[in-house]
């Protein structure tokens, strides 16, 4: 069965600081990797998208990285702002179909205190 | 910016009620889809489309239907709103992707119906 297990489920850091998040899938055939963020009561907005071939991929404060054989990703967020407050949604993309369906994580969500 | 767009944003309609949800992009993509997410919980698909005059359901059940009559609108209608359907409804789209099928999917704002 695909599935996407994010961790922690929830978290809750200093502004400033920095954390990571994880995310496992067992998607296969893989195809790719994003992740995205969610503010409350909005749609999910992209940070990161990436393939089996590469490894890290920045966007500003935000790296994320990818593990094919092990079949795991992190996202780092370093110097957090409050607005970094929001739910962070790992999502996994097959190509074993024309539709590429995408996998959803439950998200961490993420909280950042003054 | 995403150019895609839901309307409205927030519903709040008694039992019984037909509603259309709207959703519209601007961007030509083929692929569309609509999603229900409740609080703390993930997406689940419940309807897509490949194109004009293709839709099909889901992963989770879903009493809606949608059409696909023109490549950028995709709504969602309830023909008769129950409680049980007070949700978050998301509705993204992409473009149909090549090889890998690294394509980005796009996000609208949402619509958050409250059913009562």
């Known amino acids: 069965k695909n599935q996407v297990e994010q961790s922690p489920q929830s978290l809750i850091i200093l502004e400033g600081k920095n954390c990571t998040l994880q995310c496992n899938y067992t998607v296969s055939p893989f195809s790719n990797l994003r992740w995205y963020k969610q503010d409350t009561g909005r749609g999910p907005v992209s940070l990161t998208i990436m393939t089996f071939s590469e490894n890290t991929k920045s966007n500003g404060r935000y790296t994320a990285t990818l593990d094919a054989d092990t079949k795991q990703s992190s996202l780092h967020i370093t110097a957090s702002q409050l607005s970094d407050s929001a739910s962070y949604i790992c999502v996994v993309s097959d190509r074993g179909s024309t539709l590429g369906r995408l996998y959803f994580g439950r998200g961490t969500q993420l909280t950042v205190w003054p | 910016e995403a150019d895609i767009y839901q309307t409205p944003r927030y519903l709040v309609i008694g039992t019984g009620k037909k509603i259309t949800l709207e959703c519209s992009q601007t961007m030509g993509h083929d692929k569309m889809y609509w999603y229900q997410q409740d609080p703390g919980m993930e997406l689940h698909l419940i309807h897509y489309?490949?194109?004009?005059?293709?839709?099909e359901k889901g992963d989770l059940s879903s009493e809606s239907t949608v059409s696909r009559i023109r490549t950028e609108h995709f709504p969602l209608t309830l023909e008769s709103a129950r409680p049980s359907h007070t949700s978050q409804y998301l509705c993204?789209?992409?473009?149909?992707?090549?090889?890998?099928?690294?394509?980005?999917?796009?996000f609208g704002q949402g619509t958050r119906l409250t059913v009562v």
């Open positions: 489309s490949y194109g004009v005059n293709s839709t």
């Open positions: 993204a789209s992409s473009h149909i992707g090549q090889g890998l099928g690294n394509t980005e999917a796009f």
